[in-house]
């Protein structure tokens, strides 16, 4: 296993276009995060998964914000109607407990325009 | 690739010399910390962690202190090298959420 992939890297969309990202954890990880990260601050926690469970959700994460982990495996991150504040890199994680190591994948950088 | 770390306080230090960087959480019910480390154009990576029952752990090169009374966590790095030149976050945790601070950018001179 090879860590924590993402797809896409980069994305540009035009304002009120829905995107789609995709996280593949590390295998043998039940819990998934995502965060997002503006230029030069730290990231901030999105929404949490264990299997397939969505446990916690931020309230950063508005109702055109929609996260699924369908079988516990891959979660993808939906954004609808985009808008030029969603401009951000979107960073997954995925660890073996939740009081343990966090392995971040590279991010999908986020460009609205 | 991105550049993270504009903006952020910055620490310069002489490469051989010890670093100290600083953080102050918000929650005083937080009861798992992390150091992450992150280089630009990259995920954050693990440095070290430490549970709110210790005040002091050490790693690799690299320590972190934990004073609850003021809430503050600190990280030190010993005999700093040019690769540790970075963006260094504390993240803290409770209610199964996790928050990290702005960072501080780490330079380190040759």
């Known amino acids: 296993d090879t860590g924590v992939s993402q797809d896409p890297r980069h994305k540009i969309t035009k304002r009120g276009q829905n995107v789609t990202f995709r996280c593949d954890p590390i295998?043998?990880?039940?819990?998934l995060y995502w965060y997002r990260q503006t230029l030069g601050q730290g990231p901030e926690f999105l929404t949490y998964?264990?299997?397939?469970?969505?446990?916690?959700k931020s309230r950063l994460l508005s109702d055109r914000f929609s996260a699924e982990r369908p079988k516990g495996s891959f979660s993808t991150l939906e954004i609808q109607r985009t808008e030029q504040g969603d401009s951000a890199m979107y960073l997954c994680?995925?660890?073996?407990?939740?009081?343990?190591?966090?392995?971040f994948g590279p991010g999908t950088r986020l460009t609205v325009t | 690739g991105e550049s993270v770390g504009l903006h952020l306080p910055t620490l310069s230090v002489q490469e051989g010399d010890n670093s100290i960087i600083n953080c102050a959480y918000s929650?005083?019910?937080?009861?798992?910390f992390i150091w992450y480390k992150q280089e630009s154009g990259k995920g954050p990576q693990f440095i070290i962690d430490i549970r709110s029952n210790m005040d002091k752990r050490q790693g690799q090169r690299v320590t972190v202190l934990l004073n609850k009374t003021v809430k503050h966590l600190s990280l030190q790095i010993a005999a700093t090298q040019p690769g540790d030149s970075a963006v260094y976050f504390c993240?803290?945790?409770?209610?199964?959420?996790?928050?990290f601070g702005s960072g501080t950018k780490l330079n380190v001179k040759p």
């Open positions: 993240a803290e945790t409770y209610f199964n959420k996790f928050y």
């Open positions: 929650n005083s019910a937080s009861d798992y």
């Open positions: 295998s043998e990880h039940n819990r």
């Open positions: 994680a995925s660890s073996l407990s939740l009081r343990g190591e966090q392995y």
């Open positions: 998964f264990q299997n397939e469970a969505q446990l916690e």
